[in-house]
């Protein structure tokens, strides 16, 4: 390789002990004889049973009683047809009946990979040199369901990276829905699904001039029944139901640690997994700065591209991402609007590189060939390690490539400054390819980013290690904006 790579030593694991307590519910069945058995007990029962457990847990959870009672209160549904009074309940049988539908899940317990790496909120307190970082990770658990976990840290002036040791406890987010939805707004959104007028107009005809999601979801999987054969139609009728079911908020409490904030799927789009968050730090015409970050929802069948927004990272807002340009994975928002578009590349058929221009940060039609396989480490499939780095001399994509063996290595790829969906070069030969400490894992042979930056003059990479576990490297940005021009196209 004609450029120097640094690998870091920094290295970042999965921990078995980051856990936190989920709603657990086995069935309507089950729960009803789970509460009648608990309001049986006597209230010496009662203590001697929950007393315990509080005690136990109270030490791996903060405010295990709040957990418990909020899990109670999900099954209040249920009380009135079993002929109990939920709130004459005493609030020890409260949180013995939560603690039956509580179970620990250790969110990272099979891997921690895929970084993105991006410029924190807070840049105080620090030295010359220096710059806080937030990195974010895909964490896999139970059953191989992933979700969005962070880290902090701080570069000093050498580019070396120290972390911030994670915090005691995991915590979700308190859930906001949009629970009404206007007709007509919501149809309009709805075109790019492209389903025949005449289904659409069934829909609609179905549905009040306001309706909640579950309203949405009866009138359509009535009407997948009738379509059984007629795949992809159905597949369209579910795309329409996602559009509802993918529009929420996401609120941590203000005394969590960044890495005590961990974002679990929570919508049917994202029942087996949210994978591969690429943040970015967008900064508007104004000058305003909002985090962004592109990720795939995954519900055991079928993926669905989705767009994460914060600007404290307490406080997130997600919503679907749709249109023909919206398939797939791998897409990655630019920093900033070129030319008063949006812009976005992707990797919609699996194979190559695409570019993409919006109005809309959310609709993405017209996708264009931005950059196909040409190098033998690149064959099988071309995309995006991230969203694009401005620089002078272009912006810079770091991409990855799959080879032989199904061989993951990451390289980088230079745009034009106002004309993104021309190459102006991409490197001949990887950046990094798996070396022999980093190829075994979960998935052998894979290296693999999802956002880096530019610091002190060099380029930092974050990248995880054969889908088990992440690191670190770091090359000079002048000699790689050098090398890529002189590889040219």
């Known amino acids: 390789m004609r450029l120097s790579i640094e690998r870091k030593s920094t290295k970042i694991y999965p921990d078995l002990k980051r856990v936190v307590a989920r709603f657990f519910f086995n069935g309507e069945a089950r729960a009803k004889s789970i509460i009648q058995q608990v309001v049986g007990m006597s209230d010496p029962e009662v203590d001697i049973t929950i007393m315990p457990i509080l005690r136990e847990f109270s030490r791996r959870h903060r405010n295990i009683t709040r957990i418990f009672e909020r899990h109670a209160d999900r099954l209040r549904h249920l009380f009135p047809g079993l002929q109990i009074d939920y709130e004459g309940l005493s609030l020890k049988r409260k949180l013995l009946t939560g603690s039956y539908f509580t179970?620990?899940?250790?969110?990272?317990?099979?891997?921690?990979?895929?970084?993105?790496?991006?410029?924190?909120?807070?840049?105080?307190?620090?030295?010359?040199?220096?710059?806080?970082?937030?990195?974010?990770?895909?964490?896999?658990?139970?059953?191989?369901?992933?979700?969005?976990?962070?880290?902090?840290?701080?570069?000093?002036?050498?580019?070396?990276?120290?972390?911030?040791?994670?915090?005691?406890?995991?915590?979700?987010a308190e859930i906001i829905r949009n629970s009404i939805y206007q007709k007509h707004t919501f149809f309009q959104n709805a075109v790019s699904i492209r389903l025949p007028d005449s289904v659409m107009q069934e829909i609609q005809s179905s549905l009040p001039d306001q309706f909640e999601y579950l309203a949405l979801k009866k009138v359509i999987r009535e009407m997948q029944q009738r379509f059984q054969v007629d795949h992809l139609l159905k597949k369209g009728l579910e795309r329409m139901l996602w559009l509802a079911d993918s529009y929420y908020e996401m609120n941590f409490s203000l005394d969590t640690d960044l890495s005590d904030r961990v974002i679990f799927p929570y919508s049917d789009a994202e029942s087996r997994g949210i994978e591969d968050a690429r943040f970015v730090k967008y900064t508007s015409e104004n000058g305003s700065v909002t985090y962004y970050a592109t990720y795939t929802a995954y519900d055991g069948i079928t993926i669905q591209p989705k767009l994460l927004q914060t600007k404290d990272f307490y406080n997130f807002k997600i919503m679907p991402l749709y249109g023909e340009g919206a398939q797939n994975k791998n897409l990655a928002l630019f920093p900033r609007k070129i030319k008063g578009k949006y812009v976005m590349i992707s990797r919609i058929d699996g194979i190559n590189g695409y570019i993409m221009y919006s109005d809309k940060i959310n609709i993405w039609e017209n996708p264009q060939i931005l950059h196909t396989p040409k190098y033998a480490w690149e064959f099988v499939q071309v995309g995006n390690c991230g969203s694009p780095i401005e620089t002078p001399d272009g912006w810079l994509v770091i991409t990855h490539g799959v080879g032989p063996m199904r061989t993951y290595c990451i390289g980088a790829s230079l745009l034009d400054l106002e004309n993104p969906g021309r190459e102006i070069g991409r490197l001949r030969e990887p950046l990094l390819m798996p070396n022999k400490d980093e190829r075994e894992g979960y998935v052998p042979n894979v290296l693999y980013s999802c956002g880096s930056m530019i610091h002190n003059d060099e380029l930092i990479i974050p990248y995880g290690l054969s889908d088990y576990a992440s690191g670190f490297a770091s090359v000079n940005l002048e000699k790689l904006l050098t090398q890529i021009k002189a590889d040219g196209i």
């Open 103 to 172: 179970n620990e899940y250790s969110i990272e317990s099979a891997a921690f990979f895929n970084p993105s790496l991006i410029e924190d909120v807070d840049q105080s307190g620090l030295e010359e040199g220096q710059k806080r970082v937030i990195m974010s990770f895909r964490a896999v658990g139970e059953g191989h369901v992933s979700s969005i976990a962070f880290r902090s840290g701080i570069i000093d002036k050498n580019n070396e990276i120290s972390l911030i040791a994670p915090g005691n406890y995991v915590d979700e």
